[in-house]
């Protein structure tokens, strides 16, 4: 059989995904704002762009470490790279898309019938992202897509029609069915914005035309400034095997810092952290430091972190358990035993929450959401052979499932992916986990107890916009109910007593509510009036230090 030839080569994709990663860093803080109505959690922009440029990254890495790598490896490479750096509903849908182009590619000669060759990659995209959605719903990303796709079929089909033809059709196409979107979504409509995800798209398929014929469409004539800076985390070896009387924890994070904080907050973060334990390491600066220690209070490192600035890509490793999996695959057995729960966390006191509950913390939540490649690191790197993972946040779902699909395929492990919603589900799921009874009668009632937590939230809006509970204003209380804004006022408790009465009409025997950041005096004053009127319910407040939502509430 002879070799599948190609009329593209590595360093066009290369060129390609360099041109998308640059539109896409220039256009994200545009199209977070689409979403953003009227709360600013929305980050669609960002991360389809930590999607495409986790593929960018990964193939310059491969082409430095091999310059003679070849287009179907390269190709396969890009597909892989960007369906573990998937972040968010758009970002796995985006990720998903670029699998499927490249992999037709790969699959097929372009020296003949090129346009038509390329017009059905763009076809098996648009499969792909139906695909990767339960319910479609018109007047997104799906349906830019489909009239990309479209228009390049039938470009395809025109006499002497070349690849830069079809890619300048898709691109317009794309562009005119973006303008289009409100008139399929109302809630767009009431916004007035366009679909985020569908200008996503249009971003990128501007670039494949970019990279086809040198024009450079008016969206990626003029960058913002937004810069992405890849950092290389530590691998976490030490070059020898911790002493048997030494910590029992690395943990490794990125410290995001204000510049004009540095000179005081990181030498009280090297003191703090010194005294925790040893092998501390902490570099970087101009905001942004990668911190390296090794500690037998996890907590207490992270916690010196937050109060020098924002920690993220926060991972811990158990050095037991590390040493112990690897006697194993020496061995030749497997290492994974028992069960462990995966749990996404929107702030440093939820994260809390989960840890003492028994999970393994992720980090995430609106601007943070972790990548399909982190959520599969956590999976597979718990040594579990059962593993059940809490999303708590809808945008995280889809990622969670591809990476517990993935581990599932790729590792010895069991996955379960309980669908939580919100924060306040996952903390209602956990607090049922039982590791003695079977793997599926854990995730049962795991599943059933987070679906039976009517949730809540309050918080403010940040632009003008029209909710499900009428107009609102920069400045408006808004209360969140079922993941809808649902009351809308000038008072953020008025608005929150609100909310709880209408998740306890329905009945209920505890109510949780989780503080946000500046929210515990809040959070006290709608516990006292939950037990004045409900004397019969429960409360439970907890510190989640959660951005953006002074308060989650839920009723079980």
């Given amino acids: 059989m002879e070799p599948v030839t190609h009329g593209i080569d590595l360093d066009a994709v290369a060129r390609f995904v360099d041109i998308a990663t640059d539109a896409l860093s220039a256009a994200r803080e545009e199209i977070d704002a689409l979403n953003v109505y009227p709360v600013p959690d929305g980050d669609t922009g960002t991360n389809m762009f930590l999607t495409v440029s986790a593929a960018r990254d990964e193939l310059r890495a491969a082409r430095a470490a091999d310059p003679g790598l070849g287009i179907e490896e390269g190709l396969a ?16 849908i985006l990720s998903q898309m670029l699998r499927a182009y490249v992999t037709h590619l790969a699959g097929a000669g372009l020296e003949d019938r090129r346009a038509h060759t390329i017009a059905a990659a763009m076809q098996a995209a648009t499969d792909a992202s139906y695909a990767a959605v339960g319910t479609p719903v018109e007047g997104t990303i799906l349906t830019v897509a489909r009239a990309a796709s479209d228009a390049a079929r039938v470009a395809a089909h025109r006499p002497g029609a070349r690849a830069r033809d079809v890619f300048t059709a898709a691109a317009a196409a794309a562009r005119a069915a973006l303008a289009r979107t409100p008139e399929q979504l109302p809630v767009l409509a009431r916004a007035g914005v366009v679909d985020a995800g569908g200008r996503g798209l249009t971003v990128v398929l501007d670039a494949v035309e970019t990279t086809a014929t040198g024009r450079r469409p008016m969206q990626l004539a003029a960058p913002i400034g937004t810069h992405h800076i890849p ?4 691998d976490g070896s030490s070059g020898g095997d911790p002493a048997d009387d030494g910590p029992g924890y690395e943990v490794i994070y990125l410290l995001e810092t204000a510049r004009d904080a540095e000179e005081e907050a990181i030498p009280a973060l090297r003191e703090a952290l010194g005294a925790l334990g040893d092998s501390l390491v902490v570099v970087g600066g101009d905001g942004l430091w990668n911190v390296h220690v090794h500690v037998d209070d996890v907590g207490a490192a992270i916690e010196a972190g937050v109060v020098a600035g924002r920690p993220h890509r926060i991972r811990v490793t158990h050095f037991a358990d590390q040493a112990a999996e690897a006697r194993h695959r020496a061995s030749g057995r497997t290492a994974r035993t028992g069960r462990r729960v995966v749990a996404v966390a929107a702030g440093p006191g939820l994260a809390e929450l989960f840890e003492s509950a028994g999970a393994l913390v992720v980090p995430g939540g609106p601007g943070r959401r972790p990548s399909t490649g982190q959520l599969l690191e956590a999976i597979t790197g718990c040594g579990a052979s059962e593993v059940v993972v809490l999303p708590n946040d809808g945008d995280t779902v889809r990622a969670a499932e591809i990476a517990a699909r993935t581990a599932e395929a790729e590792h010895d492990v069991s996955v379960e992916v309980i669908p939580t919603q919100a924060q306040v589900q996952g903390l209602a799921a956990i607090s049922v986990h039982e590791p003695g009874r079977t793997f599926d009668a854990d995730v049962r009632e795991m599943t059933a107890t987070a679906r039976h937590a009517r949730h809540g939230a309050v918080t403010v809006a940040a632009r003008q916009a029209i909710t499900m509970a009428g107009p609102c204003e920069p400045g408006d209380a808004l ?17 929150a007593h609100e909310v709880l009465e209408r998740l306890l009409a329905g009945g209920g025997e505890l109510v949780t509510i989780v503080a946000g950041e500046d929210g515990s005096d809040l959070a006290a004053r709608v516990c006292a009036r939950v037990e004045e009127r409900h004397p019969h319910v429960d409360v439970a407040v907890h510190e989640g230090g959660q951005p953006r939502y002074p308060l989650l509430v839920s009723v079980e």
Avoid: H, Q, Y
Wanted: proline share 3%; aromatic share 2%; net charge negative.
């Fill in 77 to 92: 490479l890009l597909a892989r790279a960007a369906l573990m750096g998937a972040r968010g509903n758009s970002g796995v």
């Fill in 231 to 234: 950092v290389t985390l530590p």
């Fill in 479 to 495: 209360g969140v109910i079922a993941g809808d804004f649902a009351v809308v006022g000038a008072d953020l408790e008025a608005v």
